[in-house]
């Protein structure tokens, strides 16, 4: 079975732009988590999404934002990028939301630089 | 507000010696409470989970926390270290209101 992939893997770019960044779970896996982690604030909590619906956003500014399709595949925008949002972004899916007793599987990340 | 804390940023071990990365909390309501590794070069992993039940929650590779109430802590253990245990471990907590947050992460170091 194909574990959590994440497209692109790594991306450079400038002040101002936006970028998307593509997560397909596991199949089977409804839920999908995003996450930010920096050298500076560490591992923190972007969105969950269950069945295509946002259940829980993480204290990031509207710039962010995200979908998940009916095939489970997630996508995360980050608009008007910013030097901080340079940073790896980790999605990980499960069967059902985090509040259940089922294992989350990560992806590889995607590393943006922002310059 | 919640937080979490590991309060050790680095816990050296020797190889087959038990091994415990603390963790303690500051939640209102009910917990949830996680553990992740991240291994060099291998990404983030979960490890195990505290949602409610036995205070005791076994998981990926022989760890295991216990989950303390009137302590609010979440210790990761391990009976026996591993050489490749080592690596950086977080702790997570999550309110009832779907609020997530993590510790700083715990540098694990076994050595032979």
């Known amino acids: 079975k194909a574990g959590v992939t994440q497209t692109p893997r790594y991306l450079i770019k400038t002040r101002g732009q936006q970028v998307t960044l593509s997560c397909s779970p596991i199949?089977?896996?409804?839920?999908v988590s995003w996450y930010q982690q920096t050298p500076g604030q560490g591992l923190q909590f972007l969105f969950e999404?269950?069945?295509?619906?946002?259940?829980n956003k993480g204290n990031f500014p509207g710039r962010f934002s995200g979908r998940q399709f009916s095939n489970s595949r997630s996508e995360m925008n980050v608009s008007t990028l910013e030097l901080g949002d340079s940073a790896l972004y980790l999605c990980?899916?499960?069967?059902?939301?985090?509040?259940?007793?089922?294992?989350?599987?990560f992806g590889p990340g995607t590393r943006l630089l922002v310059l | 507000a919640q937080s979490v804390a590991q309060p050790e940023d680095q816990v050296n071990v020797a190889e087959g010696n038990p091994l415990t990365v603390k963790c303690t909390y500051s939640v209102s309501g009910n917990p949830y409470l996680f553990w992740y590794v991240q291994y060099p070069n291998r990404g983030l992993q979960f490890l195990l989970k505290?949602?409610?039940?036995?205070?005791l929650v076994k998981g990926s590779y022989g760890f295991e926390a216990e989950f303390n109430k009137s302590q609010t802590s979440f210790h990761l253990k391990k009976p026996s270290a591993l050489v490749s245990d080592s690596a950086l471990y977080f702790c997570a907590v999550r309110d009832d209101n779907n609020d997530m947050r993590f510790g700083a992460g715990t540098r694990l170091t076994v050595k032979p």
């Open positions: 505290y949602i409610t039940g036995d205070n």
């Open positions: 999404y269950f069945s295509e619906t946002q259940r």
């Open positions: 199949s089977g896996h409804r839920s």
């Open positions: 990980a899916s499960s069967l059902a939301p985090l509040a259940g007793r089922e294992t989350q599987y």
